[in-house]
């Protein structure tokens, strides 16, 4: 029997497949159509310490094999959703990420005070990939300082009980260099990779399509580049599980990150198409591994690695 169960730190999750943050809310949506018990994980929309409206709209718009998002983390805060989601997600039985995003660091290490020791929390994803406003706006993970005070915050506060995954942008020079800062920092593992910058000009009105112009661009044509960013800091860092995301909308789409290094896979866009993406890439996946003579997950996972040494 195929054994399709992974280790991320020290969670093992039954299979790799788990949601996407920010693409189904905190899993209640997708639980009409399946129990939440099939995924790996639940990944949250990333929290934050206040309540938050997002940006103006238009805050969407679709590209060619793929969108751009500008949603400016719109969210409840972190006392809505202590009250609401996670006791929902435990009555389903749910294993559960939570992810938090702070606009400064305190904000990050009030957070993790917030949910440390929470059941059924199986690890904590750091949005580090949102404006850092201590520095006008830039990205946490776009610079190895701010990145690396952001996670110390992170697990100082946490505890070494749950494993802390920081989610990176690949819209930097070097992603190798900020994983290694936040590994060092403390993280247990890492989040490859959050969406990438991009615009979309309308030709008509002859003005940009977001309110805010730019947006996050995200679906199958940034797959690539998370394919290049996981299988460069999986060759640098090879005993960090990495969980992996960008345009996975196939079971052959998420091969092609495991073969690269990610022990688990995020599965996002695809879900606005079909609700139901999640558990057929996951079927999927399994089958393509079977056809290839692998009998545990964790065997395929970074072995185009293995196969360049051959």
């Not at 403390?186 to 979309?200: C, K, S």
């Not at 996951?282 to 692998?294: A, P």
């Amino acid at each position: 029997m195929f054994n399709y169960s992974t280790s991320l730190g020290s969670t093992v999750l039954p299979n790799p497949i788990v949601t996407a943050s920010g693409c189904a809310g905190s899993g209640k949506e997708l639980s009409q159509f399946f129990p939440l018990t099939e995924l790996g994980a639940i990944v949250t929309k990333s929290i934050m310490l206040k309540p938050r409206s997002g940006r103006a709209t238009p805050r969407m718009a679709e590209t060619p094999s793929g969108m751009l998002n500008s949603i400016g983390l719109q969210g409840p805060g972190i006392d809505s959703f202590l009250e609401n989601d996670i006791p929902w997600l435990q009555s389903q039985s749910a294993r559960i990420i939570v992810s938090i995003a702070g606009e400064s660091v305190e904000d990050y290490a009030s957070l993790a005070r917030r949910v440390r020791n929470i059941p059924n929390v199986v690890g904590i994803e750091v949005n580090i990939s949102c404006p850092n406003v201590e520095n006008r706006g830039m990205v946490f993970s776009c610079q190895p300082d701010t990145a690396r005070a952001a996670i110390e915050n992170v697990r100082r506060n946490i505890g070494g009980e749950v494993p802390i995954f920081a989610k990176l942008s690949p819209d930097v020079t070097d992603i190798v260099a900020i994983a290694r800062e936040v590994v060092n920092a403390g993280a247990d593992g890492l989040a490859l990779i959050n969406t990438v910058l991009g615009m979309v000009i309308d030709v008509n009105t002859m003005r940009p399509k977001l309110a805010q112009k730019t947006g996050g661009l995200s679906g199958p044509a940034i797959r690539p580049i998370a394919v290049r960013a996981i299988y460069q800091v999986r060759a640098a860092l090879p005993k960090i599980p990495i969980i992996g995301m960008g345009g996975v909308a196939s079971g052959k789409d998420a091969l092609e990150l495991v073969l690269a290094g990610a022990s688990a896979i995020s599965v996002g866009t695809a879900t606005f198409g079909n609700p139901t993406a999640v558990m057929k890439i996951k079927q999927e996946l399994e089958s393509l591994l079977t056809e290839r003579g692998f009998d545990n997950f964790v065997d395929a996972v970074g072995f185009a690695h293995r196969m360049e040494s051959l």
